[in-house]
């Protein structure tokens, strides 16, 4: 209840006030993705978190060294249980009883790490997963809230599982039309009214990039939130007496009608992921993201939520950090996603609470200050120089030379000798890591260009290249795209 400039509220009344409105101006989540050749320390990453009023995080898999450096940050957090999990842990309580055991209660009892959810799964219907998930999501979703409960956990711990926003649809295009998918009707009120019963909550991940980058026609505009006192989209979506002014807004509020449509409207829905990502893509870039971003970490620290939910819920940004070890099956943009560098650098301006401005991770260490490049006297048109970059580009990240990116303006030397260093940078500058069959040297000199910025990676002391989660041959398809761009160019140049 408000009250007007002659009517002052009592002092206690106020002070409930100011402390409501500090606490929800803290509230910030983040996504902590791990899928990286040189992490950012855990417990930079958690200072990191706390000196930018991030109080929630969520983990996409129970990483040891992410969990231990959250034991006793006072930082709630989110644990992922992945997707190839879903099987094992659906068949088998006991399965479910292990990892909760392994994973929640050793870090919870032995390190304080104050876990709050366990996510079952990520986007598990997807519909390009073509049903490999269904069968066993709700099952194990079952099986950890039973483990939980065995745990003397299920008043600490909750289940969710995280959603992608094509498990429901609009056939009209408005969100009070809105309803599960067909084909998955069933599977989602059964599993939703779970959630409910048992005090879980729903996580529904929305990515306005996705959709505008998808569809070259789509309104640019609407995939932002508004300024204030801006003209509305000329998208925007009449829907009765309610006018949807950007994405973000119609697509929740779809779900929200949906689950009404349901009798299920009670759930908790969280946002699990949303943001916007820097490069990889043109239409990936750091002003893009500072307008999305800038525009929810407004409406999140106002409190500002969508006309059928008008408290905004807990928005768990992704990404805090960029991974340069992710699959890019979604497209090259996949490894960019982070408010920060991989090295807990901003990216670009952001006002958080009080106007407060995101700051740097501190006490960063990097290897020496030095860079593989091509050789001066070496041709770009050596035959060899194909097969070099294809393998330079094969084990490390090159998606910033996608056409468009901030990379994509570097002429044929400059691409070789970014790919070059990218391998050199990712084998922690090791000895030999620069060879390319003579074709490079190592400089002191900093060959960054324009936009370009010719990365030195993190120190972890303990890099190992080869000790990666995902094959060599998958790493090598998920680079592909990127390596095909520059090799054409490098074929172009040698005709």
């Not at 002092?11 to 950012?40: E, I, Y």
């Not at 039309?177 to 067909?182: A, I, T």
Request: proline share 6%.
């Amino acid at each position: 209840m408000g009250w007007s400039s002659t009517s002052a509220p009592a002092p206690a009344v106020l002070l409930l006030w100011l402390l409501a409105l500090a606490f929800r101006a803290d509230a910030l989540a983040a996504n902590w993705g791990t899928r990286a050749l040189h992490p950012l320390p855990g417990d930079v990453t958690v200072q990191l978190l706390k000196d930018n009023g991030f109080d929630k995080v969520k983990l996409f898999e129970a990483d040891p060294a992410a969990l231990k450096a959250l034991g006793h940050s006072g930082i709630q957090v989110m644990l992922g249980l992945p997707n190839e999990l879903l099987a094992t842990v659906a068949r088998d309580v006991a399965a479910a009883e292990q990892w909760v055991q392994h994973n929640v209660s050793h870090y919870v009892s032995d390190y304080g790490v104050d876990i709050r959810f366990v996510a079952v799964g990520n986007e598990p219907f997807l519909k390009s997963y073509k049903g490999q998930f269904e069968a066993a999501t709700l099952p194990a979703v079952r099986n950890v809230q039973a483990a939980l409960v065995k745990a003397g956990l299920a008043r600490q711990v909750r289940v969710t599982v995280p959603l992608n926003a094509d498990v429901y649809e609009s056939l009209d295009g408005r969100p009070s039309s809105g309803d599960f998918r067909p084909d998955i009707t069933t599977l989602m009120t059964s599993l939703v009214r779970f959630l409910l019963d048992s005090g879980g909550v729903l996580a529904i991940n929305i990515y306005p990039f996705l959709s505008m980058d998808a569809d070259a026609n789509f309104p640019r505009d609407y995939a932002f939130f508004p300024a204030p006192g801006a003209p509305p989209s000329q998208a925007s979506v009449q829907d009765g007496n309610v006018l949807y002014t950007n994405v973000f807004d119609a697509n929740y509020d779809t779900l929200v009608a949906a689950l009404e449509k349901h009798g299920l409207g009670n759930i908790t829905v969280v946002v699990g992921e949303i943001g916007w990502p820097t490069d990889g893509d043109a239409n990936a870039n750091a002003a893009g993201a500072q307008k999305f971003n800038q525009g929810l970490f407004d409406r999140i620290v106002a409190g500002k939520g969508t006309p059928r939910r008008p408290q905004m819920p807990d928005v768990y940004v992704f990404a805090l950090l960029d991974e340069d070890a992710k699959s890019v099956d979604p497209g090259n943009f996949e490894r960019h996603w982070g408010v920060f560098n991989y090295d807990g650098s901003p990216k670009y301006a952001l006002r958080l609470a009080g106007g407060k401005g995101v700051v740097p991770a501190k006490g960063v260490r990097y290897l020496s200050k030095q860079w593989c490049v091509l050789r001066p006297d070496a041709s770009p048109t050596d035959p060899a120089i194909v097969g070099a970059v294809g393998y330079a580009c094969q084990y490390a990240d090159c998606t910033s030379l996608s056409p468009g990116s901030s990379c994509g303006g570097l002429d044929v030397r400059g691409n070789v000798s970014y790919a070059f260093n990218q391998f050199f940078q990712s084998a922690s500058q090791q000895k030999g890591s620069c060879g390319f069959n003579n074709l490079s040297v190592v400089t002191t000199t900093d060959p960054s260009q324009g936009t370009c910025r010719f990365k030195i990676m993190i120190d972890t002391g303990r890099h190992d290249l080869t000790h990666q989660e995902d094959s060599g041959a998958a790493r090598a398809a998920a680079a592909w795209g990127t390596v095909v761009a520059v090799l054409a160019l490098l074929a172009i140049v040698a005709l």
